[in-house]
């Protein structure tokens, strides 16, 4: 057994990486079924009706919430970043995060305005010091120089660590929502994230010697200074935005996330500049780097909103006859009932809902009986409201007689699509990067993002073919579009975010990783509040491919900017032995 694995100084030598790298595996695997589960239903779960369990929140709300916790909860790594390379270290700020978004699981999964709001808190907070700091860790187990080539690929392992996670959750989530409501669904992604905290708890012999607090050279900034230029300039900046007359960017809490990130940003420019020569360089091309990745993510991130409402009404769902018999066993199939008040005639049905809105309305509600009454006529009109929407654009031959259900693949099961396509392809770019490193012709790793963003472009397209298939959307798309749509990005993201986390690993000044990590997860918020920002359109763009053609166009003039960088940026990259 000890010859077949060959096992010297902590490193399995049958698969060549570290073993701590399988523990933080496990973890960052399950942190992530928790958090993609919760993503997964975070939209429909907003825009659901309060009396079926969920907030009853309108649209354009939807996507400024959904925007702005994107925003926050890649904003927070920043600070949480800091924290561990100055004072925490590693391993406890992994734990501390861990269990803060247990926590928030297990609030959203109580019915509640309070509940909802302190949970995203603590969820926001507890990823802020969770994101970064296993990412440096893994980045740390590749410290050796023997090692060192093969970092990158030790990221494509952790990043298929991270979609098993992503893939298997929605399949939780449909199932505990459909049979037991949104509240359980969130509470298994709370008993999700609290299994990997006890996988890295167990794998902690293997990973310990890597949690090494830098100490602070002569002429770098204290904690409290940092904090006092950032994170306070930053609520100040962001409660000036919120209250400024007129809303530039949208909404209130855009005007202030945007504007808040100002002074954060600021920092990490003077950073940059104040560094001696060679770190300077080489944070300097980071941030350039960081720039172009901002509109990856911005339409990345739209799986779990503006995508999220494609596979909800404008994707065909329905199951074969064979598989929702087998489904509904199962308790895996979503019921959409024709009921009474269904009618191929627009202002029948429109009257009807009128009608029942304004009996509810007018019932006292001065017992608990009326008050019951009033729930079930409120609850009936949300059901009213989601049957129809699904039938609006589906063919008459195809909609069930009264009283009758069609039965539908669940929306948040379309969340698995992405990364089904992780697991499946990481194997191969992995294999495709190590043909071309065999031969000396490997990409730099700012090449392999430049081929990420161009990718991640043509994805966009896809969806306008999406479009185009719905025959001005009075109609339904095959779930095949989504499904070669999330193919393409998959490809762009494999050759971009791991790729992203590895080139912090290898550029940014040892002392300073967990911070420049956090930058990274800075430039991932802006992206995802561009988002939101982007899928609140959604419902205002009438020619719905405008919308992915903007998609298509933001991200090619990224691409374009970095294309005209590479030279510089692989001169640097060259300059630090990371090439």
């Known amino acids: 057994m000890a010859a077949d694995l060959k096992q010297t100084n902590g490193i399995d030598m049958k698969f060549g990486h570290p073993k701590g790298l399988w523990?933080?595996?496990?973890?960052?695997?399950?942190?992530?079924?928790?958090?993609?589960?919760?993503?997964?239903?975070?939209?429909?779960?907003?825009?659901?009706?309060?009396?079926?369990?969920?907030?009853?929140?309108?649209?354009?709300?939807?996507?400024?919430?959904?925007?702005?916790?994107?925003?926050?909860?890649?904003?927070?790594?920043?600070?949480?970043?800091?924290?561990?390379?100055?004072?925490?270290?590693?391993?406890?700020?992994?734990?501390?995060?861990?269990?803060?978004?247990?926590?928030?699981?297990?609030?959203?999964?109580?019915?509640?305005?309070?509940?909802?709001?302190?949970?995203?808190?603590?969820?926001?907070?507890?990823?802020?010091?969770?994101?970064?700091?296993?990412?440096?860790?893994?980045?740390?187990?590749?410290?050796?120089?023997?090692?060192?080539?093969?970092?990158?690929a030790g990221f494509n392992i952790?990043?298929?660590?991270?979609?098993?996670?992503?893939?298997?959750?929605?399949?939780?989530?449909?199932?505990?929502?459909?049979?037991?409501?949104?509240?359980?669904?969130?509470?298994?992604?709370?008993?999700?994230?609290?299994?990997?905290?006890?996988?890295?708890?167990?794998?902690?012999?293997?990973?310990?010697s890597y949690d090494v607090i830098k100490p602070l050279q002569e002429g770098d900034m204290s904690t409290g200074k940092i904090l006092s230029l950032t994170v306070l300039p930053m609520f100040i900046f962001g409660i000036i935005g919120y209250m400024l007359p007129g809303n530039f960017l949208g909404s209130d809490t855009n005007d202030a996330f945007i504007i808040g990130c100002l002074p954060v940003i600021g920092f990490f420019i003077y950073l940059a500049f104040k560094s001696e020569a060679k770190e300077s360089r080489a944070i300097k091309a980071l941030l350039a780097v960081f720039t172009c990745v901002i509109l990856f993510f911005a339409i990345f991130h739209q799986n779990g909103d503006a995508l999220t409402i494609w596979a909800e009404d404008h994707t065909d769902r329905e199951m074969s006859a064979g598989v929702a018999g087998v489904a509904d066993k199962a308790g895996m199939a979503q019921s959409v009932v024709n009921n009474e008040l269904v009618s191929s005639d627009d202002k029948t049905f429109n009257d009807s809902i009128t009608k029942l809105e304004k009996i509810a309305e007018t019932m006292p509600s001065s017992t608990k009986t009326e008050l019951a009454e009033r729930s079930a006529f409120n609850s009936n009109i949300d059901l009213q409201k989601k049957s129809r929407m699904y039938f609006s654009n589906l063919p008459k031959e195809k909609i069930p007689a009264k009283g009758e259900d069609l039965k539908l693949y669940s929306t948040e099961l379309y969340q698995s699509i992405n990364p089904f396509w992780v697991v499946l392809l990481t194997p191969?770019?992995?294999?495709?990067?190590?043909?071309?490193?065999?031969?000396?012709?490997?990409?730099s790793t700012p090449t392999k993002i430049f081929i990420g963003l161009v990718v991640t472009a043509l994805s966009a397209l896809v969806m306008v073919g999406a479009v185009f298939a719905t025959n001005d959307m009075t109609g339904k798309a095959s779930s095949m579009w989504l499904l070669?749509?999330?193919?393409?990005?998959?490809?762009?993201?494999?050759?971009?975010?791991?790729?992203?986390?590895?080139?912090?690993?290898?550029?940014?000044?040892?002392?300073?990783t967990a911070l420049m990590m956090g930058g990274f997860f800075l430039a991932i918020s802006v992206g995802n509040k561009l988002s939101g920002m982007l899928s609140s359109l959604w419902e205002t763009t009438e020619q719905k491919e405008n919308f992915f053609y903007l998609n298509f166009g933001l991200v090619m003039a990224a691409a374009l900017i970095l294309f005209a960088m590479l030279r510089w940026l692989n001169?640097?990259?060259?300059?630090?032995?990371?090439?």
């Open 158 to 208: 952790f990043y298929m660590g991270i979609n098993i996670g992503a893939f298997v959750c929605n399949f939780v989530a449909a199932y505990m929502r459909i049979n037991y409501g949104w509240g359980a669904a969130f509470a298994a992604a709370g008993v999700g994230m609290l299994i990997g905290i006890i996988i890295f708890i167990i794998g902690n012999r293997h990973i310990k």
């Open 571 to 579: 001169r640097v990259m060259k300059e630090n032995n990371v090439l």
């Open 23 to 152: 523990y933080m595996f496990g973890t960052e695997m399950w942190e992530r079924f928790g958090y993609y589960l919760m993503l997964g239903i975070f939209s429909l779960y907003m825009i659901d009706g309060w009396n079926n369990g969920g907030m009853g929140f309108s649209a354009d709300t939807k996507s400024d919430i959904y925007g702005t916790y994107l925003g926050l909860v890649y904003l927070t790594p920043f600070i949480g970043g800091l924290l561990a390379d100055r004072l925490f270290g590693y391993r406890n700020s992994i734990i501390l995060g861990g269990l803060m978004m247990a926590c928030g699981y297990f609030l959203l999964s109580v019915h509640s305005t309070t509940t909802f709001y302190i949970g995203l808190l603590l969820i926001i907070l507890g990823n802020g010091f969770f994101k970064p700091n296993i990412s440096t860790l893994v980045g740390s187990l590749y410290s050796e120089d023997s090692l060192k080539d093969k970092k990158d």
């Open 484 to 512: 070669a749509s999330y193919g393409v990005i998959t490809i762009g993201e494999l050759c971009l975010s791991p790729m992203g986390l590895s080139l912090v690993s290898k550029l940014s000044p040892p002392r300073i």
């Open 428 to 443: 191969v770019m992995v294999g495709i990067w190590g043909f071309f490193r065999r031969r000396k012709r490997e990409p």
